[in-house]
């Protein structure tokens, strides 16, 4: 704790964790990831309602075509990834570790792409398109936040009334060990991220926007402010690597030090974060008229033998990204989709990337089995690292006693979900398992007692 | 397929090295120093009693954990192997193994184990152990071996009052204080470690190489021992500074007796140290007060193993109701 | 010494006189008027305050029964007919009989049956393991298997069967207080009448799922063949969403559905085994690859697993049920809860379970909402 006063670096004051980063993809440049033969695309990749399909069995559809259509206010356009004829919609296993709904696509040799998307590389840096026009491309386009979380991005931007931003933030931390797409994107695609930036600006009508990066990208912050350089609002700050940094709450604190209340919301505090994919993506859908049919996505593990980052239309199935990293090791125990403090295990490797998939990480059996859990000796460890100030230990004893009320009490639902607190466990508790049965219990509760 | 399913477990997915065992032993590694230099200077007598309370404490575990409360017993976490070196350190060297083992039994059976083994025991089991025979048997437990004397016997040795006996009889017969100082050792002795007192008492130096070595490996965090130590030294400074003529000098209080020891080794015991920041300082505040409260004013000479106990009674109360401060909590924007 | 003595004797009494008088006064001052049958209702009740009755303890039940106008609605399942009907003398109403239910655990997916997919590393918990995703089988009805109604039971009448993975019901214990139905996660657990001479039949399985994908990951799915729907000539048996249900009210026992039934997935409960044919599921056996986690039960069960025929089921029943010694109390088979469907059980402790199912999930955005944003952007 005390390093920190003599570091001029900024980051968020309290928790935290420092897990060995293995970011060993990292500056290997994006490969493409060819076309598969079947391209399965689930129809709720989105926190919110799923999408209502309007392509039917047989349809014949064009790359980044509309194939289902946003189902509420809070939920997201679905567009074809590739060209081809639906072979089927019916009940596929996805990333959720449940069958639901998804439109398969067989997938012709011959690309072709719905009318009025640029696919070209060329920069566009004018932004020719009002707020109103912005706003209605990032809804067309389907954008839902890419850094896991897939809230869709035109809510956010929907600042509601009465309420103002005066910063945007956007979040490159990468906190996640392993995970290195955002960075690799950093560099790669820096002009245009600048562009979405100002996109963003003015679809927030904001006069400033930062841009937070770890200290362990220390080329993507130079590129990134060589750019911005040429801009008075926009600057680009490096962070202190500290997990969860990347939490929209931390990054806000460890930025402009405001700290979202309890219960509320960013804007509240008079921003909105957005991640450098997100960004690139209302770039890419404003500028060039592009929806969001692909994304980048880290492949890594220890024993994969070509780990690097690769850009892969929605609905390739995960396997396929295995196979360009060089194959399933011998040795795998778990697939995760997204980074190894947040990711989801999966449990088949046909199930299709979506656009909330920021990686694919491949943990060695030996790595990945939990050890057994032992009583908690109250070392207080877990409230050390906790970054939401909860006392993790305390909850899942209240959860498991089914003490709901004193969890609720005692914050539950301010639990962000990072981890930290079974990360540090020295007695392997299945803290986090708990507290989020604790948070679906509680927030049934809450609403059970609204509704009465 | 079948030998290669995948695994499947909620989040997250990777965790830190450091388990129990490992803190555990940390603990013990950190006490060595210390060790080794008691037997140095305590000879067999340090070896023995050390070696028949770690014994004994981890014996008591095991059959406790297997016998009565019939469950898998976990000796292998080391944890009644810290009990017991803890237990050693707080007892002369001379004591009868008899007593240790009774030490010890009383440690694991009553102060840890009857209330459910590591985790729930709500008071520091090594200083049960330590208190019960001070209470029971005062003549064996406060007859301290002199240093560097009878090294190589195990009972039958010189034995000499610990500095804080001393001065504390010394006032209490009516002789002043400059005149008692004068014939204990000096701060540079207590803190390089010749005054009889119990294993770990005698070398403050060693045993802040171990405290800094578990700050280090991050088995404790320095909280705990720095403000029971500063509570201390402010507290016993101010009576100094308001007579000091009855009442010693506060680099006297923290070298001498088991301060040391206590505030890094037994006041940081997880199990029975409070959780939050807030509860932290006020239990450490606690026992130092206590601690020169009762080396002052009380029966005793040496007060740590009591303030500790006490303080420790109230650490459910402060867990309670001491929260972290919560992220968001206070609306404080700018 | 001895005025010590004295002074000690007399203080010491002193004390305790004052003390008794401020007791007598407080106790007067303060009594609170009670409802002398509630006690009466309490000494009644089995003092298991299991919270079957939908209250948080017996002594809230005799409470609400002392106030309430209409008691027909309410019941002790522990206690069962006898205890509401001396509940009823007390109060001096009519108490009608009701039918005596059981707990029945809707999945016959054994180890051996559904062969597991992956292997479930987390915590030890029903609920957080199917928030996580399906389970560890390709069913994503089907039973856990880690326990959670096991330790929701108060009477020890359930456990996990070793061999087969999924909890079983011991007949005589069971009290039909709904604690299992409530703790299961994937709601396998379902309150089903005792039936005629404790006999009754019922679909083992709850997948909705197409017979296709159902069959693919267990071999005792349900596939909603409707096969059963034709043969049933008492129009008890129907099919909705692919999935077979029983009218417990309208079956009469005839076996027939259990015959034809091509998964062998209804079950039948206390028949007496058939000596011309071989008892239900008695086939050869399947010889289905094993998984690292099952070989151990399985291996040594052999034949023993390979019929998980009721009879089988039964005798485990028996042998557990009366080796224990709170077998005695049980004994009587009578024990009942509400009348009409068992889907409308006595609402009980009132915890909701947490939303398992992704479809539910995905229809409360507007909660997510709040969370979800904190987690956006995460890398």
Known sequence: MFMFIFNKLKTFPKGGIHPPEVKISAEKPIERIPLPANIKVPIAQHIGVPATPVVERGGLVKTGQVIAKTAGFVSANIHAPASGKVAKISEELDVSGYRRTTIMIRVNKEEEWAEGIDTTDELRSEISLTREQILEKILEGGIVGMGGATFPSHVKLNVPRGKKADVLIINGVECEPYLTSDHQLMLEKSEELMVGVRILMKALDVKKAIIGIENNKKDAIDKLSLIAEKYDDISVDALKVQYPQGGEKQLIKALINREVPSGKLPIDVGTVVHNVGTTYAVYEAVQKNKPLIERVITVTGKSVKNPGNFIARIGTPVSALIDAAGGLPEDTGKVLSGGPMMGKALNDLGIPVTKGTSGILILPEKESARSKSKVCIRCSKCINVCPMGLEPFYLMTTIQRGMYDEAEQNRILDCIECGSCAYICPSNRELLDYIRLGKATVSNLIRERQSA | MESNLLTVSPSPHIHQEQTISRLMWDVIFAMLPAFAFSVYVFGLGALMVTLIAVLSAVFFEYMIAKHLLKREPDIMDGSAVVTGMLLAFNVPTNLPWWLVVIGSFVAIGIGKMSFGGLGNNPFNPALVGRVFLLISFPVQMTTWPVPFESRMSITDVVTGATPLGFIKDGLKNGESLISLMQEVPGHIDFFLGTQPGSMGEISGLLLIIGFLYMVIRKVITWHIPVIVIGTMFIFSGLLWFGNPDRFVDPLFQILTGGALLGAIFMATDYVTSPMTIRGIVIYSVGIGVITILIRVFGAYPEGISFAILIMNAFVPLLNKYLKPSRFGEKVKNG | ?379
């Open chain 3, 1 to 379: 010494m001895n005025q010590t003595i004295i002074i000690t004797i007399v203080s010491l009494s002193g004390l305790g006189a004052v003390a008794a008088m401020i007791l007598y006064v407080v106790a007067r001052q303060f009594r609170v008027e009670t409802d002398p049958r509630i006690d009466e209702i309490e000494e009644v009740l089995p003092a298991t305050n299991c919270g079957g009755c939908g209250q948080p303890g017996c002594r809230a039940f005799a409470e609400a029964l002392a106030q309430a106008v209409d008691i027909s609605d309410m019941h002790c399942p522990v206690g069962g007919n006898d205890v509401m009907k001396q509940v009823g003398q007390i109060l001096g109403v009519e108490v009608k009989e009701k039918d005596p239910y059981i707990a029945v655990v809707k999945c016959s997916g054994s180890f051996e049956h559904r062969k597991k997919t992956n292997v479930y590393d987390g915590a030890p918990n029903c609920t957080v393991a199917s928030m996580l995703y399906g389970g560890d089988t390709g069913c994503a009805y089907g039973c856990v298997g880690l326990g959670e109604c096991v330790d929701a039971c108060d009477f020890e009448a359930m456990y996990m069967d070793e061999k087969t993975g999924l909890p079983v019901v011991i007949e005589d214990k069971c009290t039909a207080c709904n604690a299992c139905v409530k703790a299961c996660p994937k709601d396998i657990m379902e309150l089903w009448p005792r039936g005629r001479k404790n006999r009754r039949i019922f679909v083992a399985c709850i997948n909705e799922e197409k017979g296709g994908i159902a069959k693919k990951y267990c071999s005792v799915a349900c596939t909603g063949c409707e096969k059963c729907v034709d043969v049933c000539r008492y129009d008890s048996v129907v099919v909705e969403n692919n999935l077979a249900i029983i009218d417990p009210e309208k079956c009469k026992l005839c076996k027939d559905c259990v015959e034809v039934c091509p998964s062998k997935v209804i079950d039948m409960v206390n028949f007496p085994p058939k000596k011309d044919r071989p008892p239900r599921k008695d086939r050869p056996d399947r010889k289905l690859a094993r998984t690292k986690a099952e070989t151990v039960g399985a291996e040594a069960s052999g034949a023993e697993a390979g019929g998980v025929a009721t009879a089988v089921k039964n005798e485990q029943t028996k042998a557990t049920g009366t080796d224990t010694v709170e077998a005695k109390n049980t004994n009587s088979p009578v024990s009942e809860s509400e009348t009409g469907n068992p889907q409308d059980q006595p609402s009980g402790r009132s915890e909701p379970k947490p939303v398992a199912r992704t479809e539910k999930q995905d229809s409360d955005q507007e909660d997510k909402k709040d969370n979800s944003s904190e987690k956006e952007n995460k890398a």
